[in-house]
């Protein structure tokens, strides 16, 4: 067979099995709008949670950052990449969230693929949340440590492993995320952070979807004062914050671990100064509005769960900004996004393999952008076609 053949084939499986991915072409910013061939539509699908991405005071940040520093680093951090701006960022998010230090790197993907397998080796086990992001999936997969998965946030399963398996280790990591990416829930944090301290595992925190949305911004590991007994935590710039990168929340020494260990980090370009500036002037607008915009993201993501509700969605209470409408059938999920996108509102089907078959959703995302009159109008497109 020739790869030509070969990828005939693949797509055609694809194609039958409903789940061939397409790529929309925006005419502009994809906030709590969109513009799409020259139509605006309610974007339910942006993690843009703090409308940051489009602020002009991020807009201006990245301009001035560019003109200082240029487009782009060059480099790698470790040959001449390292640019000053870059360890101011570091340091801001670092004190922002309360650990000694920070590390950025290049994406969420690549802060997970790099920490994991830096931090653990043969000797060691990993015990990661069944429904964790494929990033960290990912990173478990590139370490040479045991891995299992304990049942999504079933902290008496992780218990048992913890007692079965980690005396036989010579460390434990656990792997999670506060809120998870595509059902919107939380494991009971506290309660998890008490376990991996009785146990004496490492714990580390994919706070991608919680931080600008919990704890008046800083996520939920520092909304709750946890930060010392957290191994690390790693976050997004790309995602409330209305930027790009991300970065590893850890101590000083963790930090010089990674510079020598994480490979994303060591053979990777680092950030281009207009994303620094830009996360760096999110920083020190969630620093002084996180309170509020968490205030009005919270009424919204209610407002988006109770429409979904109204609609015939098992919706639990969002821990976060997501929302799930499962649908369940691949191509249900389909015909519902599109009767939806007929009527002006966005709102993507998820399917596998990003999530489980048979449990093909809308994933609704709240922003603080979006208004009275946006939720009166999604109202009236679930209304019809729930």
């Known amino acids: 067979m020739s790869i030509n053949d070969y990828i005939h084939e693949r797509l055609d499986r694809i194609d039958k099995a409903n789940l061939r991915r397409t790529l929309l072409t925006f005419d502009g910013p994809t906030g709590p709008h969109a ?35 240029g487009t ?82 079933d902290l008496n399963h992780l218990d048992d492993l913890l007692r079965e398996h980690g005396n036989g280790a010579r460390n434990a990591l656990v792997v999670t995320e506060s809120i998870f990416s595509m059902d919107g829930d939380a494991p009971d944090i506290e309660e998890l952070v008490e376990l991996c301290v009785r ?5 580390i925190v ?29 976050g997004t710039f790309g995602k409330a914050f209305g930027s790009f990168g991300a970065f590893v929340a850890c101590s000083r020494q963790m930090r010089e671990l990674l510079i020598n260990a994480a490979r994303p980090a060591i053979f990777s370009t680092a950030l281009p100064p207009p994303a620094v ?6 920083i020190g607008i969630v620093k002084k509005e996180g309170a509020a915009l968490a205030r009005k993201l919270e009424s ?23 929302v799930p409408a499962i649908v369940g059938d691949e191509k249900q999920a389909l015909k519902t996004a599109q009767a939806l996108f007929d009527q002006g509102v966005l709102a993507r089907a ?3 393999p990003t999530v489980p078959k048979g449990s093909s959703r809308l994933r609704l995302t709240a922003s603080t952008g979006h208004t009275d009159a946006d939720m009166a109008k999604i109202l009236g497109a679930f209304d019809e076609f729930p």
């Open 206 to 234: 994919d706070e991608a979807h919680a931080l600008g949305v919990t704890g008046e911004g800083r996520g939920m590991i520092a909304g709750l004062g946890l930060q010392t007994r957290t191994a690390a935590v790693v």
């Open 72 to 153: 782009g680093a060059g480099a790698s951090r470790l040959v001449t990449g390292n640019l000053a701006c870059h360890e101011q960022l570091e340091h801001e998010i670092a004190a922002f969230l309360g650990f000694e230090s920070a590390l950025c790197f290049g994406s969420g993907y690549h802060a997970n693929t790099g920490l994991i397998p830096a931090l653990s080796t043969a000797d060691d086990l990993i015990l990661s949340d069944e429904l964790n992001h494929a990033s960290l999936i990912d990173g478990c997969r590139l370490s040479k440590a045991r891995r299992m998965v304990f049942r999504h946030a």
């Open 300 to 322: 919204n993501t209610g407002a988006l769960a109770d429409i979904a509700r109204r609609a015939g969605y098992q919706v639990p209470d969002p821990a976060g900004a997501i």
């Open 350 to 352: 998820i399917r596998p």
């Open 35 to 69: 513009i799409i061939g020259g139509k605006k539509y309610i974007n339910l699908c942006s993690n843009d949670y703090l409308a940051l991405a489009g602020d002009p005071r991020l807009i201006e940040a990245a301009g001035s950052y560019g003109e200082k520093w």
């Open 277 to 282: 500036g830009a996360a760096v002037a999110a």
């Open 199 to 203: 146990h004496d595992a490492a714990l």
